[in-house]
């Protein structure tokens, strides 16, 4: 009892340093440079996580995310960074991945300068099941559970006409985007680019190492080193199976040939897989 | 002038035993990592040879370690070598392994902290890399206190995160092979994590994560097991100079958050 009352008297002045620490650090704090000024080091990688509030709709939370979502890319080009990641837990940038996309192209769209319209959104390809790993256009991949868009790619495909609309707020690009800004990937991740991409990434392993032993009836270990496990999870997966099967079913004909030239007094054949 | 430092000392180790008293009436983490960084740093700054900014790094582990386990803290992992730190000098390494094997044995002797508290000893790591003299000191090390019940000393050397990992994934497609051709769905991250080096030797999911030295990275360190519900704590203190001073603030910021978590 006394013990539990001295540990909140002492998180009670635990508290109160830690508050005069923040407002003395404020009065410390040194105003950040414009984002166009020089800077002898700037990140070629920066990631961004995103935390969502259960106090918040959903609506609000996926608009924030968007809005928030395409200030940093802006930023990001500004100042330089070639790459930027998002991730958020839930998923929720994920989830509205095509409106970020959207926004991203009506942000980078020359038209939209000197209109007071409301930008238009084009017609777009239905979202493909998010299992697979192939483009869905040119700018947009989805990977393990990562999707990525190059920013530099995004084009609108189709245009809708126009109309003049009243009270409708104009979106305008930054002054400090400037017309040749670097070209920028943006990667949305959640938890399921994570653990349980890692896990899928297993499980391709068996596939493919069952799949060779029914074809081969040899059977083969399985053994794997850190640069495949990064190679496959940055989406190199098929070459890394396809050579180990190719390494695995070179020994296993050479050896196969080697028995047969044996048998029938004949040279070895060595080039049968060659 | 003696009996005078030694009543000081006295007082101090008292007020210090009343301080972890206080702090573990309330919620103490389960488990702790420390990346004991800045040994040579510090050594460069006291004028020291590197050799020994490490022994005295060592010092530091063990007074961190009576600490933990007073405050009842069950397992405690630290990283005391990463496997491309064998790219350094070779006089710098032959140094670090000669230490491992003389401390990792001084560790387990009999009327020692660890024998004292009860702690039983794992390295976790490639233990192959280690010159053979060093990886006898770790079996012998190991077998002196298997028995050992009521806490928990994981020292991570060589490792990386990255080869830890692989492992698991290896050793659990080679059980998902083993035990039936069409097993593949069975592998989930569940199992990948069961066989992590860490939850080989049962250690809790990871409470804290403390990197010293100011550096801000993790540094391929517990990667899989820090990377969801662990607090982690980068402070500017070297590693030789940690102490409860800079360990009391992260047991309050725990113990914030549990309280805050409860009335959620």
């Known amino acids: 009892m006394l013990a539990s009352l001295c540990l909140r008297v002492l998180h009670l002045f635990y508290f109160l340093a830690v508050l005069l620490s923040n407002i003395w650090q404020s009065f410390e704090r040194r105003k950040p440079k414009h ?18 509030s259960e106090d918040i709709d959903a609506e609000t939370t996926e608009n924030s995310f968007v809005e928030c979502i395409a200030r940093a890319v802006t930023w990001c080009q500004a100042v330089g960074i070639s790459q930027l990641s998002v991730y958020d837990c839930e998923g929720v940038a994920f989830r509205c991945s095509q409106v970020i996309r959207m926004r991203l192209i009506a942000d980078r769209s020359p038209c939209e300068q000197d209109s007071d319209s409301e930008p238009e ?8 099941d998010t299992s697979e790993s192939r483009p869905l256009s040119p700018d947009y991949d989805i990977h393990l ?11 609108a495909s189709k245009l809708t006409k126009r109309t003049r609309r009243r009270n409708v707020l104009k979106r305008r690009i930054p002054k400090y985007l400037a017309p040749d800004a670097i070209p920028l990937t943006l990667h949305l991740v959640s938890r399921e680019s994570s653990k349980p991409a890692i896990a899928s990434v297993a499980r391709s392993y068996v596939q493919s190492v069952n799949h060779m032993a029914r074809n081969t009836k040899v059977g083969l270990e399985f053994e794997l080193s850190p640069e495949e496990l990064a190679s496959a ?17 070179t020994a296993f004909h050479r050896s196969a040939w080697a028995t047969i030239a044996g048998l029938h007094d004949r040279p070895s054949y060595h080039s049968a897989t060659e | 002038m003696f009996l005078l430092s030694r009543f000081a000392a006295y007082l101090q180790s008292q007020a210090r035993n009343a301080l972890l008293d206080v702090l573990s009436s ?101 233990t192959e890399l280690l010159p053979l003299y060093v990886q006898a000191a770790v079996r012998k090390a190991e077998d002196l206190t298997r028995h050992n019940d009521r806490a928990v000393l994981n020292i991570c050397m060589p490792y990386t995160s990255s080869d830890e990992i692989t492992t698991a994934i290896q050793s659990a497609v080679q059980d998902a092979l083993a035990s039936g051709a069409e097993s593949y769905g069975e592998i989930t991250e569940k199992h990948i994590e069961a066989h992590l080096m860490t ?31 662990t607090q982690i704590h980068f402070t500017s203190t070297y590693w030789p100079e940690f102490g409860l001073w800079d360990f009391v603030p992260v047991i309050l910021d725990y113990q914030r958050k549990m309280w805050v978590q409860a009335k959620a």
């Open chain 1, 145 to 155: 559970g990562v999707i990525t868009m190059r920013v530099a790619d995004l084009q």
């Open chain 2, 199 to 229: 939850s080989k030797v049962s250690s809790p999911p990871l409470d804290i994560l403390i990197r010293t030295s100011g550096v801000k990275r993790l540094s391929d360190y517990l990667l899989w097991q820090c990377c969801e519900d």
């Open chain 1, 233 to 249: 999870l940055e989406g190199i997966l098929t070459d890394v199976v396809q050579a180990y099967i190719y390494d695995e079913l």
């Open chain 2, 26 to 126: 309330g919620p103490i983490p389960q488990h702790i990592a420390f990346v004991m960084d800045g040994n040579r740093r510090y050594a460069r700054r006291h004028q020291k040879e590197i050799k020994e900014g490490h022994s005295d790094g060592f010092v530091t582990l063990q007074r961190m370690l009576e600490i933990c386990l007073r405050l009842g803290v069950r397992c405690v992992t630290v990283f005391a070598f990463a496997i491309p730190n064998f790219k350094r000098s070779a006089k710098e390494v032959d140094d670090l392994m000669q230490l491992a094997e003389e401390k990792l044995l001084e560790l387990c002797q009999h009327g020692q902290l660890l024998d004292t508290h009860g702690v039983r000893l794992n390295v976790l790591g490639k």
């Open chain 1, 121 to 128: 959104y084009p017609l777009t390809p239905p979202l493909s």
């Open chain 1, 35 to 52: 984002l166009a000024a020089e800077r002898t080091k700037v990140p070629s990688h920066l990631a961004l996580s995103l935390v969502t």
